[in-house]
């Protein structure tokens, strides 16, 4: 009885179970979820203007929108959309949504600081309504505008002439190198000096005496120390001196591997700072007298017949004591140049007949130009005119007003050279931020990976503010706007301890730290050559220099 009781029961319980197996075939599967989907990001934008690879000039308190493909999920906002500038710290922002929830909209919770570079982020954490993640990372950069207020005090167009050049003077006056009282080559060069920006920082001395800046008895002491070192201590090859040389002991330090010599061209340039001052302490005494001698003597030593070369019709850049003619860099024109052969045509013991200047200077592709651009004629020189240190360097002692001769009058060669440049600059076909008519100037200088000679030709968005002081006297107008702007604008940036910082690039928000000789000093004397005309006569003054011009065929009413 009880084994048919357990049998019974087995059966049962059997029975029941097909029926539960049954009843759960009949009940439907739930359908399933939305499948994610993951949002992707579509533009970014301030205003009007997308942003793209970056956009400028941009508000300090912007409204920035960016799209996406999906709608998104409120609470991953806060921890996946940042603003942040270039050094990674976040700014505070707000983040919401807007246009089906498809756009947030980011606000910065207090203003951005001028004329710096920031990013607006999305990371992968951000996600859709639907649950997908966004799968590549945003980021998309801006920068905001400049500061257009005043940050120095409005002063008289003299008075601010009067502070750059005292400025800048302090680089070649407070900077000398303490023993040889030359210009360092920069204010990073510890004891290297410069041939050429010292000649350049000698030319700035009468100006420093007769702005009040110095005495004449420190100018004469400073001159006596300079003269006495380059005589006495410093290495001479044929008499010239090379590019660079160390400031203590007088000592070659080759400018490259093979430019461990003579350079003619940086000679030129001393001899031309040498004789304006010269001319400039002409007084009766011992001091001012046995100076004067001593210049002579340097200037006399040059052998510039010797940069022929073996007796051809030009003359070369280098010589080596010990690698001879390696360099091979004949001296051509059109460039910085003219100076050199002016120099060597003015030797009264070395000098070069003018068949070197018309057969070597004055030929090559690049010496006749004749061509217009932004409607100016350029006689001479590279398309466009190249850097404009073609239009200072020799004409800081050359007065090209008046002055011509068998290819140009230099009036107008450096007058057209200076426009072209400036047209150049607001024209900015390259489109660079900041290029306008108050912000202008390409010549060589530093730029944020090196150094260059910036030209129409090869514009890296850098400004050099010497390229636009120094054309004061050719593009007074044009100069002195920028000069405005570089000091009461951009003042905070680019005005330190000795005048203006070498070169600076709004698109890259880049401003060098960097003060160089050979471009601090045609800021004083080009400044000073439009303001008097000092330079200008002291060296043009120079008899020697009168009968070599005259000899090259030049004409001026100097002359």
Not at 132 to 146: D, E, N, R, W, Y
Not at 488 to 504: I, P, S, T
Not at 527 to 551: D, Q, Y
């Amino acid at each position: 009885m009880r084994r048919v009781n357990y049998i019974l029961f087995g059966a049962i319980a059997a029975l029941a179970t097909v029926f539960v197996s049954c009843g759960e075939k009949d009940t439907p599967d739930p359908p399933p979820g939305p499948t994610p989907k993951n949002p992707v990001f579509i533009d970014a934008a301030i205003g009007s203007s997308s942003i793209g690879d970056g956009v400028y000039n941009i508000s300090i308190q912007p409204v920035i929108t960016v799209d996406f493909s999906e709608p998104l999920k409120q609470s991953t906002l806060a921890t996946s959309i940042s603003v942040t500038d270039a050094s990674g710290v976040q700014v505070p922002v707000t983040a919401t949504l807007t246009n089906s929830d498809k756009t947030v909209v980011v606000q910065p919770t207090a203003s951005l600081a001028y004329l710096k570079k920031y990013f607006v982020k999305a990371a992968t954490t951000l996600q859709s309504a639907s649950g997908g993640s966004l799968q590549t990372a945003v980021s998309k950069a801006f920068i905001t505008k400049m500061d257009s207020s005043r940050k120095f005090a409005t002063i008289s167009d003299n008075a601010l002439l009067d502070l750059v050049q005292q400025q800048t003077f302090k680089y070649f006056w407070d900077f000398g190198h303490p023993i040889s009282g030359l210009a360092r080559e920069r204010n990073s060069s510890g004891d290297v000096v410069t041939s050429g920006g010292s000649g350049f920082g000698i030319m700035a001395i009468p100006v420093g005496i007769n702005r009040g800046f110095i005495t004449r008895a420190q100018g004469l002491a400073r001159m006596q120390t300079i003269v006495s070192f380059l005589k006495n201590t410093a290495v001479k090859v044929k008499g010239a001196f090379s590019h660079w040389l160390n400031g203590s002991t007088g000592a070659i330090v080759p400018f490259s591997a093979n430019d461990n010599g003579a350079d003619l061209v940086e000679t030129s340039y001393l001899m031309m700072g040498l004789l304006t001052a010269r001319q400039y302490f002409n007084g009766a005494d011992a001091a001012e007298t046995n100076l004067r001698t001593d210049i002579n003597t340097l200037y006399n030593n040059v052998e510039w017949d010797w940069f022929r070369n073996g007796g051809q019709n030009v003359l070369y850049w280098h010589y080596s004591s010990n690698l001879g003619w390696i360099m091979n860099m004949p001296v051509r024109g059109w460039n910085e140049c003219l100076i050199t052969y002016v120099l060597a045509a003015s030797s009264t013991t070395h000098g070069v007949p003018a068949s070197v200047y018309h057969s070597g200077w004055a030929t090559g592709s690049g010496f006749i130009n004749g061509n217009t651009y932004y409607g100016f004629n350029l006689p001479l020189g590279p398309a466009q005119g190249g850097p404009l240190f073609f239009s200072h360097y020799s004409f800081m002692g050359i007065n090209p007003n008046g002055l011509s001769d068998t290819y140009a009058n230099y009036a107008t060669q450096t007058t057209n050279h200076s426009q072209i440049n400036y047209r150049y600059c607001i024209a900015n076909p390259r489109s660079w931020y900041g290029y306008s008519d108050s912000c202008w100037g390409l010549t060589a200088s530093d730029i944020p990976s090196g150094y260059t000679a910036s030209s129409p030709t090869n514009d890296v968005s850098v400004i050099a503010p010497t390229a636009a002081l120094s054309s004061m006297p050719y593009t007074p107008v044009e100069s002195m706007k920028a000069l405005k702007f570089f000091y009461y604008v951009l003042g905070d940036k680019l005005w330190k301890e000795y005048g203006f910082v070498d070169a600076f690039s709004l698109r890259d928000l880049w401003f060098a730290g960097s003060f160089l000789a050979i471009d601090q000093g045609p800021i004083i004397v080009m400044i000073e050559n439009h303001r008097t005309g000092l330079l200008w006569n002291l060296f043009t003054s120079c008899p020697e220099v009168k009968a070599g011009m005259l000899s090259l065929s030049f004409s001026a009413p100097y002359l």
